[in-house]
């Protein structure tokens, strides 16, 4: 069964920086296509980011588009998202989530990814 470890959450204030972590485990060792949500209170689970098995394809929510950067390293089986510029809009919980080895781009929905981390919380005050 693959698991998914986010790390790195915190709290800070506006305009810092601060880099999310997710570790995969399990499974057949196989990289997978794997993406940041974030969920605020009150509001639905947002895409943030996704990036390919390789590395080489990258996908960005409007949100977030030139101040975060999402990219892994797959000998470490580890995704990063570099969040910059942080506003206190960007406070959530953060998910990590990765698609089944047979899914191979990436996609906006929720409901396109088959595993899910248990979140690491992000708070930005003003």
């Known amino acids: 069964q693959v698991q998914l470890v986010e790390s790195g959450g915190g709290l800070v204030q506006a305009g810092d920086s601060l880099r999310l972590s997710c570790t995969t485990s399990?499974?057949?060792?196989?990289?997978?296509?794997t993406s940041w949500f974030r969920q605020a209170p009150g509001k639905q689970r947002e895409f943030v980011a996704g990036i390919t098995r390789s590395g080489g394809t990258t996908l960005y929510g409007d949100s977030v588009k030139g101040r975060f950067t999402i990219s892994r390293d797959n000998t470490k089986n580890t995704v990063y998202l570099q969040m910059t510029g942080l506003k206190p809009d960007d406070t959530a919980v953060y998910y990590c989530?990765?698609?089944?080895?047979?899914?191979?781009?990436?996609?906006?929905?929720?409901?396109?990814?088959?595993?899910w981390g248990q979140g690491t919380q992000v708070t930005v005050s003003s």
């Open positions: 989530a990765a698609r089944k080895i047979t899914r191979t781009i990436v996609v906006s929905v929720v409901s396109g990814y088959d595993y």
């Open positions: 399990g499974g057949t060792g196989s990289t997978l296509v």
